[in-house]
């Protein structure tokens, strides 16, 4: 039978069609980090041109590119739920991937911190909106923790401390915008899971085989909570005490701690999750720029400089590699 190039021209289009379907089906609820990433390289540099006194531009612009990488990523994954929710709920089911479904709503609250000085009907608005859905997101990944089937020591990471994160975030633009007692709340529910996780993470990683490669990257999660914490905690305070400074020591030295290790993650082959590196290291530079605010000790300034650049430098890798994987159909892949 004679193949005409129309016959062959239906099947390359089909063959596309049928790539493209795939790739949604395979589009990852991690994705939502990178808005994680992006919004802490904003906030850092707004804070950054604070202290300076000088307005330096790079944070309004990366603000609102944010925002845009987030509606492009909420359409995607959007989609995928219409078009492939199998899919979706097998993901919201995994072990692993459960964990990454509240950095949609961190997403949010992150945003709102980004809009608070730019728009502040929208980060309202935005703030309300992660609040609500971070605690469906919360109560439903906590609800599986404690009545689950399948999870088992390996499959605990510093991915399981996002949840976590997330309660620690609503108090920065909640208290700004007056809700007081949801802050107190939301935080005292974070920093309590954040020791219980702290705690089983290390019995993981001390007693059992190490994690798989394309997650080690999430060792920098581990730095988010306390960094975040320790910002949170000031705006609840309205100042530095002994607890503040006790969360931010604690992120300090887990940031020493992991940039120690700087070879085996360099020597990492790049996955999406590298984005990691991003949020937890905005927020220590974050926490470090505050803490000069506050203290008035110039060397908490020189460490939040270095941080920022090192922040600035690992932000530009990612977005290169980043899209370099997409050119090369590597990411939306199938993965166990």
């Known amino acids: 039978m004679l193949v005409t190039s129309k016959d062959s021209k239906n099947t390359n289009d089909n063959t596309v069609i049928q790539e493209d379907l795939d790739r949604l089906k395979n589009f990852p609820i991690s994705f939502f980090s990178i808005i994680m990433g992006l919004s802490g390289f904003t906030i850092a540099w707004e804070k950054a041109a604070h202290i300076m006194g000088t307005p330096l531009f790079i944070d309004s612009f990366f603000a609102w590119l944010t925002f845009a990488a987030f509606l492009v990523i909420s359409g995607f994954y959007i989609k995928k739920i219409i078009s492939h929710p199998d899919a979706v709920i097998a993901e919201a089911k995994h072990p692993v991937k459960l964990s990454f479904f509240p950095a949609a709503s961190i997403a949010l609250l992150l945003l709102s911190v980004t809009m608070i000085n730019r728009a502040e009907g929208l980060a309202h608005v935005l703030w309300i909106l992660g609040t609500a859905l971070h605690l469906v997101l919360f109560l439903y990944v906590v609800n599986s923790w404690m009545h689950h089937e399948h999870y088992q020591t390996p499959h ?181």
Request: net charge positive; proline share 6%; hydrophobic share 60%.
């Open 156 to 336: 605990i990471s510093p991915a399981w401390f996002i949840p976590a994160v997330g309660n620690v975030l609503v108090p920065i633009v909640g208290m700004h915008l007056g809700y007081v007692e949801i802050s107190w709340f939301f935080f005292s529910v974070g920093i309590m899971f954040w020791i219980i996780l702290f705690t089983i993470f290390f019995n993981r990683i001390l007693f059992h085989n190490p994690m798989p490669t394309h997650l080690v990257p999430t060792f920098f999660i581990l730095i988010a909570p306390p960094a975040v914490g320790f910002v949170s905690y000031v705006k609840l305070n309205g100042g530095l005490d002994n607890f503040a400074n006790i969360l931010f020591y604690t992120g300090l030295f887990l940031t020493l701690l992991l940039f120690s290790q700087y070879k085996k993650f360099s020597s990492l082959p790049f996955f999406l999750s590298w984005w990691a590196y991003s949020f937890p290291i905005a927020a220590i530079t974050i926490a470090s720029f505050l803490m000069f605010q506050l203290s008035k000790n110039v060397f908490f300034a020189y460490i939040g400089g270095v941080l920022l650049f090192i922040l600035t430098a690992v932000i530009a890798l990612l977005i290169f590699k980043t899209f370099k994987a997409i050119s090369k159909k590597k990411v939306c892949v199938e993965s166990h």
